[in-house]
């Protein structure tokens, strides 16, 4: 019957993490991350009568919301609500899916403790179900795009695809890393709702990305450019990406001082692609930093 | 045939805080001397061949669902080696994954993925795990509005219809009503005819006897006894009650003579153990015969309840006893001048055999128990003479 079969040795020794054989047997047990998501959804959404149309609902309030406010105060920045979602969306699926991923081990354990997979799967879901509400909200800003005549500029939502992947990285390596370590110490989800808090503002979502670079540009600590400093973080570079994708415009009124930082395309799609290239790395620190840990998860918790 | 698992020296050691340090504070402040080391499992092997039936028993904490979990994988072992072959399921918790606002229907597909069943797969056994739980009406319904029969049945719907080669079952086929139990048992048989192997942890010790093929106890996370299931029932029996169960014990023959009761009669005449070491004790068979024997032979042994080795036996014809020709009711008493042997339980077989052919008419293996103790030491005030003397210095 099983000849033939692999024969599956299990030791003390945890096993070494090949990334690529690993990524197999994930992808082999995706039945379970999309069933995982679904439920999520499912039990999001239930017993309520609109469903997932709240979550289209949310960004359609935020920009009428927007384009009212700023109708009234007058502010001199153009489409404002367009400049702030596309920062924002981003932001969001990097955020929720870091707070919700880092319990996800911890909140399924019944799970961990009682059936064998991939314990990946499970922060893996919280990106999912973070993902399904980024696409929706953004089609509806794309729709608010075209329609409010801000209009879609071509060659900027090339960067579009690149900022996407970049920050698909970055979350998956680090709810990876937050989940694994968050079975623990359990400090880290208390932790982390205040870091994303100071990261939040740390980013140049709300405020306009020139104004900082404006205003650090010139100055340096201990021969390190502020401006310089402000892009370690990795996530400016990525919401600057989705801006300059999704806004497109630097210097939206001639004459008065620019919204987006005065940065080519090409540096920016460098910068992204430098994000994207330190995100593996740290995908493949924070998976096997998981992967080793995981093989405790059943006792730990 | 090969084995689809094999156990060698696997030792599972837990670290058991007395209140877990689950913070980046406690950790640090926590001093490694808290930890208590508690070995859940000391060099256990063991090994299921494939197509076999393999049940796991032991009392509670004996380490029958550590083994368990460290064969499915979800556990490390402290030291030792598992080698499993073929696509396995372990059905540690029934409905594992079940969430109470989804409906009997998402709960399936939920579970199913987790048994390792694709979508695809699951669509082409929902029909039969719907018929089998019984539930055609309800699996619309959010299973928070479901009995906890109804979860289980649907639980372990879903359960039987993975399709793998090796089946871990823990605990989870003492479920439902009785009528649903023989129907999970008998699907259990029709693994068995397809030639899956299966591992079952169970505290039914008949389910034991009645579909594995082997046994395994664990007693304090070693191994305590291995072979056939009658066998370390019996053993598993004699650990957990340390009494025989009446129920169980094999008896044979063709009952042409029946043993109609077999009573030990104590030194003070009465039928109240225990035996003092050295005491006399009588063996009292009592035979009913169904038609005229006329070559009965009657003999009984006594086992160590120890290491099961005989220590005593006799028989009525080897001791020159002739039983002449009767139909009816006879007793044969086997006077033991003195039972000189250690404290502790000793088994008796007795069996009515034919002189002649040694054809078996009744036999019941290691039905009766008594055992032996010390003398206890006298503790109480009593009255035993004292003589007095003075001597002159």
Known sequence: ?301 | MNAAIEVEDVSKKFRLFRERPTSLKQRLLTSRSRAEDFWALRDVSFDVREGGTLGLIGHNGSGKTTILKIIAGILRPTSGTVRQRGRLAALLELGAGFHPELTGRENVYLNASFLGLSRKETDSVYGAIVEFAELEEFMDNQVKFYSSGMLVRLGFAVAVHVDPEVLLIDEVLAVGDEAFQAKCLERIRQFQRDGRTIVLVTHALDTVRAICDRAVMLHHGNVHALGAPDDVVREMRYVLLGQVDESFVPEEGTREAEIEAVDFVYADGSGEGPLLRGDPLTIQVDVRTNEPIRDLDVDFAILDGATNHVVLDARTSTAGVEIATFDGKKRVRFDISSFPYNPGKYWVTVGLTSRESGRLYHVQTQRYLFEVVDAPRIQERVDVPVEIEVEEL
């Open chain 1, 1 to 301: 019957m099983a000849n033939g079969a692999e024969t599956i040795v299990r030791t003390s020794e945890p096993p070494h993490l090949r990334i690529p054989q690993r990524a197999r047997e994930v992808y082999g047990r995706r039945e379970i991350l999309l069933n995982l998501v679904r439920k999520e959804l499912k039990v999001k959404y239930t017993a309520s009568i609109l469903g997932a149309v709240w979550s289209l609902l949310n960004p359609v309030v935020f920009l009428a919301v927007f384009t009212f406010v700023v109708k009234i105060t007058r502010t001199s920045m153009p489409d404002f609500p367009v400049y702030l979602l596309s920062g924002l969306l981003a932001w969001n699926l990097f955020s929720v899916s870091v707070s919700t991923g880092a319990r996800s081990v911890i909140d399924n354990s019944n799970l961990v403790k009682k059936v064998a997979f991939p314990h990946e799967i499970l922060p893996l879901s919280s990106v999912g179900v973070a993902l399904i509400d980024f696409v929706l909200q953004s089609s509806v800003l794309l729709v608010f795009i075209v329609l409010s005549g801000h209009g879609l500029h071509v060659p900027e939502l090339a960067l579009y695809p690149l900022a996407f992947l970049a920050l698909a990285v970055f979350t998956v390596a680090m709810t990876y890393w937050l989940s694994a370590l968050n079975v623990r110490y359990r400090d880290i989800q208390h932790l982390l709702s205040l870091g994303l808090l100071v990261w939040f503002w740390f980013t140049p979502i709300v405020y306009q990305g020139h104004l900082v670079q404006n205003a650090l540009q010139d100055r340096a600590i201990l021969g390190v450019n502020l401006w310089d400093l402000y892009l370690v973080n990795p996530l400016t570079p990525i919401v600057l990406g989705f801006q300059r994708a999704l806004y497109a415009i630097v210097q939206p009124v001639a004459g008065s001082p620019p919204v987006l930082p005065t940065v080519s395309l090409a540096w920016l799609a460098g910068m992204l692609a430098l994000v994207l290239a330190g995100s593996l790395l740290f995908l493949l620190y924070a998976w096997r930093t998981f992967f080793d840990l995981s093989g405790d998860f059943a006792e730990e918790l």
